[in-house]
């Protein structure tokens, strides 16, 4: 089956750095990803809809400038927390549709990040 | 605008019981009905899926799902529950199996011996 991998799986930056997190389909191709993310006890919450080789689509109220996301390729989407800070501590999940296989799409593990 | 409500937030239910998780959705055309898991600290593992057809759906680990329209629900069900079922089960709905998911809050099933 299609898979999709997150790097780091888990991350632990101070407050104030950055932190990148990558979201590849490994077998598959992936015109648009979703970056989710997910709060301790809460359900996930969609933060944004990254498109390849254009700008991502970002939910109302995530800060596009704090949460920059590229999607380089067919195969990786990556996710930057610029100047984290505590409040930014949470499971970032990403997910992938597929080209083909009717538009299915497929979760990553997620990484849990968590700034001091 | 799609709206996914999970009414149970946790539910205990004993090895071997049966098990029916609540969804209800808020739809304006046909949805597309998700069910997930999610063990602690991990990533979300799909049990099922509704497009359209059969309104009853097998999934993955014995999970089963019904789609009643005029309830605007997709429960899940499972006729013998196993300790490793306890987990975080969250219902999602998207306008189609490509788009983004909204997601429910999630109901915690608990498992005792």
């Known amino acids: 089956g299609a898979v999709v991998s997150q790097h780091p799986s888990r991350v632990i930056c101070k407050s104030g750095t950055s932190v990148k997190i990558e979201c590849r389909s490994l077998d598959f191709q992936a015109t648009t990803m979703f970056w989710y993310r997910q709060f301790p006890k809460q359900s996930l919450m969609l933060m944004a809809t990254?498109?390849?080789?254009?700008?991502?689509?970002?939910e109302q109220g995530v800060e596009k400038d704090k949460f920059l996301i590229n999607h380089a390729s067919l195969t990786l989407s990556t996710l930057t927390v610029t100047s984290a800070h505590p409040e930014d501590s949470s499971f970032y999940i990403c997910?992938?549709?597929?080209?083909?296989?009717?538009?299915?799409?497929?979760f990553g593990p997620g990484t849990r990040l968590t700034v001091t | 605008a799609q709206s996914v409500t999970q009414p149970d937030i946790h539910i205990t239910v004993s090895e071997g019981a049966s098990l029916e998780l609540r969804c209800n959705y808020s739809?304006?055309?046909?949805?597309?009905l998700f069910w997930y898991v999610q063990s602690p600290g991990q990533g979300l593992q799909l049990l099922l899926k509704?497009?359209?057809?059969?309104?009853l759906v097998q999934g993955i680990k014995g999970f089963e799902a019904e789609f009643k329209r005029s309830q605007s629900s997709f429960n899940l069900r499972k006729p013998s529950v196993h300790w490793s079922d306890a987990a975080e089960y969250f219902c999602?709905?998207?306008?189609?199996?490509?788009?983004?998911?909204?997601f429910g809050k999630g109901t915690s099933l608990l498992v005792t011996p």
């Open positions: 997910s992938a549709r597929a080209l083909a296989v009717a538009y299915e799409q497929y």
């Open positions: 509704y497009f359209s057809g059969d309104t």
């Open positions: 990254s498109n390849e080789g254009s700008k991502a689509t970002y």
């Open positions: 739809y304006g055309a046909t949805p597309y």
């Open positions: 999602a709905v998207g306008a189609n199996s490509g788009y983004a998911l909204n």
